[in-house]
């Protein structure tokens, strides 16, 4: 075997290792691309057209095919402004697949002032996107702080399974998304991915909350 032919060997084996590396899936099925053009240099150099080469074609085909899929959902999937900003810049999640099974799991609503979303005490309160407007937080009979656009409600029940720790009351209309509790955990749970992009989220939530009830109180 010639040493051009064992570098093709090689580079296809240390590639296919680091397919294994990334978390997204265009990114793995792009290494997973490489890996397979140089197996296929490296079986037609060593064996000629035989089964392996056949083989390696094949692999480097079904890759090309699954990369195609993914271009074309991506750009057919139809997305309002509020997903996609919920998606790129709130969730930071851009797997066409990935998000097409978070879209599943929300209820889109416009919701008019006065709307009370969440009250203190409920148990299993409901998990909400905030797109556009606002709401007072009340707690105690007082109020506390205020949450708006890019902020969600309920993330702290869903993280601790306590009951809600404040009243949620709309103070200017609102566009907005419920979204499934148990399934979204279930979801989490099977693709890890999105469970670490759900909890980046709900943290920076959380984060803008508390800096701005520390500032209401001074």
């Known amino acids: ?26 990114h793995i099925r792009l290494i997973s691309l490489v890996a397979g053009a140089l197996g296929v240099v490296y079986f037609f150099l060593a064996q000629g057209l035989g089964a392996g080469l056949a083989f390696t074609a094949a692999y480097l085909l079904v890759n090309v095919g699954r990369l195609i899929e993914l271009q074309r959902r991506a750009r057919g999937g139809v997305m309002t402004r509020e997903e996609r900003e919920l998606f790129d810049h709130v969730m930071q999640i851009e797997e066409p697949a990935q998000q097409s099974r978070l879209r599943d799991l929300m209820i889109w609503e416009d919701v008019a002032v006065g709307s009370q979303l969440i009250k203190q005490g409920e148990t299993d309160p409901p998990l909400i ?34 009951k809600a720790s404040a009243t949620v009351t709309v103070t200017q209309e609102m566009r907005m998304a419920r979204l499934d509790r ?17 909890d980046r989220a709900f943290n920076r939530s959380l984060a803008v909350k508390v800096m701005r009830m520390n500032e209401s109180s001074r």
């Open 1 to 26: 075997m010639s040493g051009l032919t064992a570098f093709f060997g090689l580079m296809a084996g240390l590639v296919l290792i680091a397919s294994m590396i990334p978390h997204q899936v265009r």
């Open 129 to 162: 996107y905030i797109a556009s407007g606002r709401a007072e937080i009340e707690r105690d009979l007082a109020i506390v702080s205020e949450c708006g656009a890019g902020e969600f409600l309920g993330e702290m029940s869903h993280v601790s399974g306590d």
């Open 182 to 198: 148990d399934a979204l955990g279930q979801l989490a749970v099977s693709l890890p991915e999105i469970g670490k992009a759900l």
